[in-house]
């Protein structure tokens, strides 16, 4: 079910089949009465709306991996145990996140981000952990000792063996009961199989496990139950993906500058919204307030049916040291996520740095770059930062510039001739000089008969 609906809640009532049969209902769906194993015509017939999946394993497989690569991020040892079971050996991340009840709260909470509900269990064996889930009810259990008692009281069924029935009809209920039967009387009834995974639950036998390997690259897709078209449906979907994507990220304790979301439609091309960070980033909070700022002016031709999230690039994410003690007046404020979001809200190609040129002309002198681009480092007098898009003439009165009254000048001249070499030659001096409103001006005087004075930039 999740698989299906984790994208966007449906507001019809929801079930998934198999075989004709139902295998889930939603709640909406059990309101009004069906349930699990009814017949589909069945549950047509009491609920005429009801949105009705087939069961897609390729998309509850598919579910597991990705789920398996976000736990990752507490633990590098993950197995899988299809078709839903992912196992976590976390003894040597005790420490770090501070016990077993921090790790299933964090667990918990990132599941629930995604989309996901799971029953969490914890015990010394790879098996007891699993059937403790499958039993239902938290039990987080770290000492062996008591590992034999609390197996002891699980119901039969979480063997999910062939023999459950057999052993059932001889008045065997649970594990305990079964642990205390005759192991020879056992073995020669039911095999040696079912010793040994008794003996695997209990850790007197190994359970090897072969643990996954993390993809080297992030993609993700949800299917909408319903076509949408308003942004907020839209981000309730993406965040899905952006948290399994953090999770993905802190695995591979790495982060990345380009993020890549595809909405897909009925008919029509994909449309593709790319986010870019200044810095590397990992925080889905962060990814979800830039395509906050981008939803609203992107154009959907038709309405989504489906979002995925693809990343290709990632890189070590670098931790900045922090004080050992919190100043908030030396706290300097945090220009690339600024600059991340005006980008996502204006486009990248309002927001930009400035980089230098190897051209001594000041209109030519600077090229748009990204923010802390490696400079060229030329030998300039002062100039100032703001530049007028066109140099504006100055009246000169006694051969001394004028603009709201006579001009001081200060420094200078700063001589320029360049550009002779693509038909843009100047020749000109450059002085500062003062207004008679105390601002501070770059004007600069033609070296040509006319000498005629102009006001090219501004200091303050």
């Known amino acids: 079910?999740?698989?299906?609906?984790?994208?966007?809640?449906?507001?019809?009532?929801?079930?998934?089949?198999?075989?004709?049969?139902?295998?889930?209902?939603?709640?909406?769906?059990?309101?009004?009465?069906?349930?699990?194993?009814?017949?589909?015509?069945?549950?047509?017939?009491?609920?005429?709306?009801?949105?009705?999946?087939?069961?897609?394993?390729?998309?509850?497989?598919?579910?597991?991996?990705?789920?398996?690569?976000?736990?990752?991020?507490?633990?590098?040892?993950?197995?899988?145990?299809?078709?839903?079971?992912?196992?976590?050996?976390?003894?040597?991340?005790?420490?770090?996140?501070?016990?077993?009840?921090?790790?299933?709260?964090?667990?918990?909470?990132?599941?629930?981000?995604?989309?996901?509900?799971?029953?969490?269990?914890?015990?010394?064996?790879?098996?007891?952990?699993?059937?403790?889930?499958?039993?239902?009810?938290?039990?987080?259990?770290?000492?062996?000792?008591?590992?034999?008692?609390?197996?002891?009281?699980?119901?039969?069924?979480?063997?999910?063996?062939?023999?459950?029935?057999?052993?059932?009809?001889?008045?065997?209920?649970?594990?305990?009961?079964?642990?205390?039967?005759?192991?020879?009387?056992?073995?020669?009834?039911?095999?040696?199989?079912?010793?040994?995974?008794?003996?695997?639950?209990?850790?007197?036998?190994?359970?090897?496990?072969?643990?996954?390997?993390?993809?080297?690259?992030?993609?993700?897709?949800?299917?909408?139950?319903?076509?949408?078209?308003?942004?907020?449906?839209?981000?309730?979907?993406?965040?899905?993906?952006?948290?399994?994507?953090?999770?993905?990220?802190?695995?591979?304790?790495?982060?990345?500058?380009q993020v890549l979301f595809s909405l897909t439609h009925r008919a029509a091309p994909a449309t593709r919204i790319e986010l870019g960070m200044v810095t590397a980033c990992r925080e889905a909070t962060h990814f979800a307030l830039l395509l906050r700022e981008r939803l609203p002016q992107t154009a959907l031709p038709v309405p989504v049916r489906a979002i995925g999230l693809e990343v290709q690039a990632i890189e070590p994410l670098a931790h900045s040291n922090q004080n050992l003690f919190a100043d908030a007046l030396r706290e300097e404020g945090n220009w690339p996520r600024l600059i991340e979001r005006l980008r996502a809200r204006l486009g990248a190609a309002a927001v930009h740095g400035m980089g230098l040129r190897a051209d001594h002309r000041p209109e030519r002198a600077s090229v748009p770059a990204e923010p802390g681009a490696k400079q060229l480092a030329l030998d300039f007098e002062p100039r100032p930062f703001w530049l007028l898009e066109r140099p504006q003439g100055l009246e000169e009165n006694a051969s001394v510039p004028c603009r709201d009254g006579p001009l001081k000048l200060l420094a200078g001249p700063e001589r320029i001739e360049s550009g002779w070499w693509d038909g843009a030659d100047v020749a000109r001096d450059y002085f500062i000089a003062r207004a008679a409103n105390e601002a501070l001006l770059w004007v600069y005087r033609e070296r040509s008969p006319a000498g005629a004075w102009y006001l090219h930039g501004i200091f303050s």
């Open 1 to 257: 079910m999740e698989a299906f609906q984790r994208g966007l809640p449906s507001p019809e009532p929801c079930a998934v089949a198999e075989r004709q049969h139902l295998l889930v209902c939603d709640a909406k769906a059990a309101a009004r009465g069906l349930r699990a194993g009814m017949p589909v015509t069945a549950a047509l017939a009491l609920a005429p709306g009801l949105r009705l999946r087939e069961r897609d394993a390729a998309a509850e497989t598919e579910a597991l991996l990705g789920i398996a690569a976000w736990a990752m991020q507490c633990t590098p040892n993950v197995a899988l145990a299809f078709p839903d079971l992912v196992l976590l050996e976390v003894s040597g991340s005790l420490k770090l996140f501070g016990g077993l009840v921090k790790i299933e709260v964090r667990l918990r909470q990132g599941l629930a981000a995604m989309g996901y509900g799971a029953r969490l269990a914890a015990a010394p064996t790879p098996r007891a952990a699993s059937w403790f889930a499958r039993a239902g009810g938290q039990r987080l259990i770290a000492d062996a000792a008591l590992l034999e008692r609390e197996l002891s009281a699980l119901p039969l069924s979480v063997l999910e063996s062939k023999d459950e029935e057999t052993l059932s009809s001889i008045g065997i209920r649970s594990i305990g009961e079964l642990l205390a039967l005759p192991r020879d009387g056992l073995a020669r009834r039911f095999g040696q199989r079912l010793l040994d995974t008794l003996d695997q639950a209990l850790g007197r036998l190994p359970d090897p496990r072969g643990f996954c390997v993390l993809p080297e690259k992030f993609y993700a897709a949800i299917e909408l139950p319903a076509e949408a078209t308003q942004a907020e449906a839209l981000l309730f979907a993406a965040k899905r993906l952006l948290a399994q994507l953090e999770g993905f990220l802190a695995a591979r304790a790495a982060g990345t500058r």
